[in-house]
């Protein structure tokens, strides 16, 4: 496929919201050599039209309000951004700390505290699922004591 038809389908997918370089590299490997897309993604990253920067920040603001930190970093990871500015992202974006999102999190799902050990457990998995640790859990959790717990 020419050159053009890989800048033209790159910004399609750019024009519906922000990729990583890896993605849209993956996204665009059915239509043409590895060298091709290597070429066109260098002119629009020199562009300022695809940056792994902005795409961090923007992804991290929006879902940094309903999941951990952990899950923040290994969702990042899979999508092909780098260490360095997976944990920048993470620093300028995700704002209030684990333990507060993690408690807004829980506040929105359960609202009640724990009434016996299977319900405990219950919200433990919700938030573990949710990409927050067991230590930031164990505290949330506690703050409404339950002795069965």
Do not use: Y
């Amino acid at each position: 496929m020419a050159e053009t038809g890989l800048r033209e389908r790159a910004l399609r997918h750019l024009a519906r919201r922000d990729h990583s370089r890896a993605e849209l590299a993956r996204k665009l490997a059915p239509h043409g050599s590895a060298e091709e897309i290597g070429d066109v993604l260098d002119r629009i990253s020199e562009l300022g039209l695809l940056s792994d920067d902005r795409f961090a920040e923007a992804w991290v603001r929006g879902k940094a309000a309903r999941f951990g930190t952990s899950c923040l970093r290994s969702e990042l990871a899979r999508r092909g951004v780098a260490r360095d500015t997976i944990e920048a992202a993470i620093a300028t974006e995700a704002g209030e700390d684990d333990a507060e999102r993690a408690r807004a999190v829980w506040r929105g799902k359960f609202g009640v505290p724990p009434a016996d050990a299977r319900e405990w457990a219950r919200q433990a998995r919700f938030l573990q699922s949710r990409g927050f640790g067991t230590d930031v859990i164990r505290k949330i959790l506690k703050e409404n004591p339950d002795e069965s717990a």
